[in-house]
């Protein structure tokens, strides 16, 4: 298979894709990249690596003239970097030159060049980003994080599906449960949207348990969390700040304490190394543009080698998976619910 690479979108461009690419490469003999950048640029960053025939052979480079910044306005930026990195790669993925995307980009750019260029799956009316959270029992999947903020009922109905799909193949969870995030659990709590959602996600055959709190997603309540992409972007917001916060906490306690604060923490380091592990987004690459027609992965922007790796595979496994086809099977069985027909 072949996976596109937005070999300019992170911080710290084109290295670290670069790497990530080839450590995946390294470990994958079933998958082939296309970088796509500044074509003279990339080729002096991979001359250097001196890697084997049977890596280099397996990366091939299109030049894309253009970069879209962090500060860039995603819809401005689509109509006037036409040969943006972004851009090129949607358009080979439409092309079908390849069979997913992976970018640690501009995410409002990555969302409007996908849902512009490569389109929607068939019957999905808005796409959603679903990103993985740790929790006490292993992972939950919240969606949507930020793709679509203004949402309507069937809007989340569908996301539900689709982040059941995701949570059933990449999660590896049989009959994932489902919760529609809410103001309290009870089910006559929230307002018209979580009222209305809520019915119409009842009447499809997902496994839903009702109305999830903001606790339940780090607690394991829920294997998929369903909310719009305003609240989804504030929660994972929220969630990336908390984790740094402890880190920081941790740190400062450490550096300013006494010599039995310090051995305290060298005891504990393999405590604090799996609980870095379980929050850092790096161990699960990325988060899944879900209901376009084609895997795009959308990484951090301060995404590291191991991160661009992860996405890769993630995308790979959505691959072989062929989760878009239950997608689209899936919402085209409950277009009832969406009125759409």
Sequence with gaps: MKIILDAMGSDN???????????????????????????????????????????????????????????????????????????????????????ALVSAGNTGAVVVTSLLIVGRIPGVLRPAICSTFPSKKGYTALLDVGATVDCKPEHLMQFAIMGSLYAEHILNINKPTVGLLSVGEEEEKGNDLSSATRELIKKTDLNFKGNAEGRDIVNGNFDVVVCDGFVGNAMLKLGEGIANFVFVSLKEGVIKGNIFNKIGAFLMKPIFENFKKRVSYDEYGGALLLGIKKPVIITHGRANPKAIKNAIKVAAKFITEHINNEIEEEINKNKFNTGVN
Excluded: H, W, Y
């Design 13 to 99: 461009a084109p290295d670290v894709e670069i790497q990530g690419a080839v450590d995946c490469l390294k470990e994958q003999n079933n998958i082939s990249i296309i970088l796509t950048g500044k074509k003279d640029l990339l080729e002096k960053k991979i001359e250097t690596l001196k890697l084997p025939l049977d890596i280099k052979s397996r990366i091939e480079i299109i030049n894309a003239s253009e970069v879209i910044t962090m500060s860039d306005s995603p819809a401005q930026a689509f109509k006037q970097k036409p040969d943006s990195s972004i851009v090129v790669s949607a358009k080979l993925l439409k092309e079908e030159k390849a069979d």
